[in-house]
């Protein structure tokens, strides 16, 4: 019942606010609500996909993933290692400040904070330094072929407002910290947040003052996240909300043949995938005592080649995912089709991999998954329970809401979890910096959950760091995957596909970053 009061009174603000061809509200549902509302705590795509509307960064994507100005206006290479950026002048945070050279120095040296997972955005820059009121620059630790790219991210805050609220420092999400930076924002960019209710709503209005033009006419977004498949897709049917982003694999076809919706298809690009412990000396959730089976590679080849994605992909994805042998999605750079070939299920040969590493009669280990962040990932997680029974191993589930779950991976308290990583950079570095280099306190290894250690890896991907010759670089891009992948150090699963459902008076972009853009929305 509060669910429909919220919709009823949802629906009666939209008539209000929308006048024709001018002012809308558009109602946006989706399955997964925001962990946070400081822009430098969590790396985590739901997070960065409403905070953009509200924090920006020096540069963009424009709407086929190049790079544009934003809040610097223009930039030049002084050399190799040092960047300057000209800001854009007469830009107002949301309170009515000013934003400067200043806000930038300072976001910086916030971001880099080590209780934060976001300093891959930052990853090469060694200093930002002021040159004046509207100039930085940046000095790399050497050359950076992706800087650009990795900067859409850097998002700005502006520095007297976050010393005023106390909120000079990253929030520590995992130890449950809370900040007003947290729970409050100030950007510059074309929303403002008015209420965020944590699982109930976001709400954002234009920012009128905004330097730039909205292309649409949304002057108002409701963010509703709704975990349940019936409720969400009850929704949309009924008209309670405009546009859902998170398809039930199953109502697809349906929701296609609806004459009052359109759904607008496109790929995304992120992996799904199981990641393992691979470092502790004994695994945690396991019958195994004194050692980590996951430490051997015939284990997780086990794992690996036990696994029927072709069966994932036609009965639990309704053929809405592309079977992925390696970590990165096409689209992403460093991509290609032949390292990307999926092998049929070998079930006797992953028993007798059991067998030579000890294990002929199996052993239990417990799998965390979230179950409201990504298409039907409780019931793969289910799936794969089956799977992995068929060669002797004893899965215990535990499927938990996505807030809590991120939190308990990032404290190494699991022995498996499922993961979905998309490729904010379009560049396969991302990953393998994210996800395979070595773990440090800063960008590297950020993701790294199942602490993998490889030496070779992580000379191939500091190498790729800074390569700036395209087909050297490209090749060690290449090694990286293959050595990801006949290492078994991950067990890939699938890359999305992402189609979006929305009725027939809403127009908007489809992204393959899943990120919709609310600057693009029309409701006519």
Known sequence: ??????????????????????????RWGAQNDILTLDPHSQNHATTHGLLQHTYESLVRYTKDFQVEPSLATSWQQVSPTQWRFNLRKNVKFHDGSPFTADDVVFSYGRIIQPQGTNQIYVSGVKEVKKVDDYTVDMILSGPNPVLLRLLVDFRIMSKVWATKNKSENVQNYVAKEESFASRNTNGTGPYIIKTWEPDKRIVMSANTAWWDKIEGNATEVIYTPIKADATRVSALLAGDVDLVTDLPTQDVTRLRNDPKLKVLDGHEVRTIFIGM????????????????????VRVRKALNIS???????????????????????PGVH?????????SPPDMEGAKKLLAEAGYPAGFEFGLD???????????????LVGMWA??????????QPMATFISKIQKFDHAAYMLG?????????YTLQSLMRTKTTGADGSFNLGRISDPKLDALIDAAKTETDAKKRDAMLREGLVITRDNYYYVPLHHQLRPWAMKRNVSTVHKADDRPESRFARIE
């Not at 998954?369 to 799936?383: G, K, L, M, T, W």
């Open 390 to 399: 068929r060669i002797g191993l004893k899965v215990k589930l535990n499927a």
């Open 334 to 342: 460093g991509h290609t089709v032949d390292l990307d070939k999926v």
């Open 307 to 329: 696994v029927d994605r072709e069966a994932i992909k036609r009965v639990t994805m309704r053929g809405l995912s592309i079977p992925a042998a390696i970590m990165v999605a």
């Open 369 to 383: 998954c979230p179950n409201n962040r990504y298409v039907n990932d409780e019931e793969i997680c289910q799936a």
């Open 1 to 26: 019942m509060k669910l429909a009061r919220f919709f009823a009174a949802t629906l009666v603000a939209s008539c209000v606010l929308a006048a024709p061809g001018h002012a809308a509200t558009l």
């Open 277 to 296: 412990d691979q470092h502790s000396p004994e695994l945690l959730y396991s019958n195994i005592k004194g050692k980590n089976p996951f430490k051997d």
């Open 421 to 429: 990583w998309g490729v904010a950079t379009f560049d396969a570095n």
